[in-house]
T-cell receptor
């Protein structure tokens, strides 16, 4: 079965600074990988996804993520953070042929003005 | 395009009661999944419905059950409520046959509190 680890529970950055949120997965083959964002009191919104091909994936709101097979990682990055990016971020993995996605426990992003 | 809508927004129940949560999928979507999100945790997959049948289930007991209707809307039923059932329940819809490669669109959830 697949699993996801988001090692950082909280990340604090200043507005305008760069951001990297870490995600490590465990799965025997190439998984499907997703990043979602959740604002307070709301559901999850898909930021980007990786299925195959180019390992650098562009998403919405200026986010990107890079799939690194050798490190079993799918870290999320943004070059310049805005105050509105403050939210909870979830990495998720889907196994090919499986119907059951697995989410990490999330990383809370705090943005200082 | 209508997004995923869930009702009610909030609900308070007592132990032992039963609850039904409802979800209308995004227009054009035929697959519905339900998740439980405890405070400070990521969503945990409960089950998924495709063509009105359950086609995937997470590690939840049988007292968690569901339905999908011909219009692709869905219900989540929980019997014999326990304190640990207090959580945000999320519904997500997608188009396809429910495989793991399909991005899901989430509703804002139902906050269930058990007293």
């Amino acid at each position: 079965a697949q699993s996801v680890t988001q090692p950082d529970i909280h990340i604090t950055v200043s507005e305008g600074a760069s951001l990297e949120l870490r995600c490590n997965y465990s799965y025997g083959a190439t998984p499907y990988l997703f990043w979602y964002v959740q604002s307070p009191g709301q559901g999850l919104q898909l930021l980007l996804k990786y299925f195959s091909g180019d390992t650098l994936v562009q998403g919405i709101k200026g986010f990107e993520a890079e799939f690194k097979r050798s490190q079993s990682s799918f870290n999320l990055r943004k070059p310049s953070v805005h105050w509105s990016d403050a939210a909870e971020y979830f990495c998720a993995v889907g196994a090919r042929g499986s119907y059951i996605p697995t989410f990490g426990r999330g990383t809370s992003l705090i943005v200082h003005p | 395009e209508t997004g995923v809508t869930q009702s009610p927004t909030h609900l308070i129940k007592t132990r032992g009661q039963q609850v039904t949560l409802r979800c209308s999928s995004q227009s054009g979507h035929n697959t519905v999944s339900w998740y439980q999100q405890a405070l400070g945790q990521g969503p945990q997959f409960i089950f998924q419905y495709y063509r009105e049948e359950e086609n995937g289930r997470g590690n939840f007991p049988p007292r968690f059950s569901g339905l999908q209707f011909p219009n692709y809307s869905s219900e989540l039923n929980v019997n014999a409520l326990e304190l640990d059932d207090s959580a945000l329940y999320l519904c997500a819809s997608s188009f396809g046959d429910g495989r793991g490669d399909q991005p899901q669109h989430f509703g804002d959830g139902t906050r269930l509190s058990i007293l």
